[in-house]
């Protein structure tokens, strides 16, 4: 692989991962190879990892701010003399390996201490992956990520020397593995998921962390829902309820009470879902609303409540409040968070469908398409708009209507 194929393989590697393609030059590349930039920016240190198949520092790169190791200068030779210190990029995606000259210490040669700054380090590359999810939904380039992140904080934990950080790196990987799951469950592809979370769950307990625990419950949750499998997502759901931070935290009881709330709704106790929903609003009235949230919980507050309970109404019977309740999530939600807001205006256009108003709900099911524009549909919005046509064809006046919208958005809907 030349240095052009490696920058345009990272180049693509950050389109998937972003829907915009990187501006890595060839003279970027020989940047690293000569060891001028040891550390590369973090869209561009993903990439590697999805292009590689290794994890950034194993390729040899240098966190700054650790201490470097002094490599001896090597006589001079011509550049394409194989005796040249090289390390080999293996290319997961070709499945071909390319040997690339790094003159960086080797991995054996590097400090092995490991301690706070790799956590902290390890802890930004997950709220990465946690700002691109808001802004495209999951896909595979962000699985494959998410699990590069979370090999790489399980080999650091064998160099631990303290039980403390050991621990914090089990949560951390637990943390990737988690968002690895989701998102496969975001883009509907659900087969792999719950092998995930069984891994995640394990590394939780590992940690002894509650807070990752919940966040595996929270998720086995969602993706049991997904399945229709609604006596397993009530029963996660519940699971979650009984963590430790869930008694201890407001806002880890809200969610859990309203991730119950959509399992009983769609299982069809509708008066134990709309209490369940009641709990989860009044533990969010007791949260104090400046203390910061964990990362895997950052899409969590008052619009994902509200669009949770138009969900939740929707199912119930009550398309009125659905609206009210999907109106105020859109108003909540942050610019950023460009899937949920897709997500939101689609099940805004359900509840107005559910109560017969055909035209206002086609023109805004229209408005999902031009909030993702330039970003492939995730899967659970497709899955939205496949309920929404499903309930079309069965509740316009006319078939002239739903064939119009079907041929009209068949395309962009379809593109996974």
Do not use: C
């Not at 031009?370 to 899955?383: C, E, F, H, K, L």
């Amino acid at each position: 692989m030349t240095a052009t194929e490696l920058a345009d393989a990272v180049n693509k590697a950050i389109g998937d991962l972003t829907g915009k393609p990187g501006a890595t030059s060839e003279r970027t590349v020989f940047r690293w190879l000569s060891g001028e930039n040891q550390w590369p920016q973090a869209r561009q240190r993903t990439a590697l990892e999805i292009v590689t198949g290794r994890t950034i520092t194993t390729l040899g790169f240098v966190p700054r701010g650790k201490r470097k190791m002094t490599v001896p200068a090597s006589p001079a030779r011509p550049p394409e003399d194989p005796s040249v210190h090289r390390r080999r990029f293996v290319g997961a995606a070709t499945g071909t390996a390319a040997a690339v000259a790094i003159p960086l210490a080797s991995a054996s040669s590097r400090p092995s201490n490991v301690g706070t700054s790799d956590v902290i380090r390890l802890r930004d590359h997950v709220e990465n992956l946690v700002e691109l999810d808001a802004a495209r939904g999951g896909h595979a380039a962000l699985e494959r990520a998410a699990l590069a992140g979370a090999s790489e904080a399980l080999n650091l934990q064998k160099q631990s020397t303290t039980q403390r950080v050991r621990q914090r790196l089990f949560a951390l990987a637990s943390d990737f593995t988690s968002a690895a799951a989701w998102s496969l469950i975001d883009a509907g592809q659900l087969d792999g998921a719950g092998r995930h979370l069984d891994r995640a769950l394990t590394l939780a307990g590992m940690a002894q962390d509650s807070d990752m625990t919940m966040q595996v419950w929270n998720l086995r949750a969602m993706l049991a829902r997904q399945r229709g499998e609604y006596a397993e997502a009530v029963a996660a759901a519940q699971a979650a309820q009984a963590t430790t931070v869930a008694r201890r935290r407001p806002m880890n009881a809200s969610l859990a009470h309203a991730r119950t709330a959509i399992g009983l709704a769609h299982s069809g106790d509708h008066r134990a879902a709309l209490r369940s929903l009641g709990r989860a609003e009044d533990a969010m009235s007791k949260a104090d609303m400046s203390e910061p949230l964990p990362v895997w919980m950052a899409f969590y507050g008052p619009a994902e409540l509200h669009s949770i309970n138009a969900i939740v109404q929707d199912v119930v019977g009550h398309p009125a409040e659905a609206e009210a309740a999907s109106y105020r999530a859109l108003v909540a939600l942050p610019e950023a968070y460009l899937r949920n807001r897709a997500n939101v205006t689609v099940r805004l256009a359900l509840a107005q469908l559910h109560q017969g108003d055909v035209e206002q709900a086609v023109a805004t099911s229209g408005e999902a398409f031009t909030i993702m524009a330039g970003y492939p549909i995730p899967g659970r919005v497709r899955q939205a708009l496949g309920d929404f046509q499903r309930d079309l064809i069965t509740l316009a006046p006319s078939a002239h209507i739903a064939e119009e919208w079907i041929d009209r958005y068949r395309t962009e809907w379809s593109t996974p």
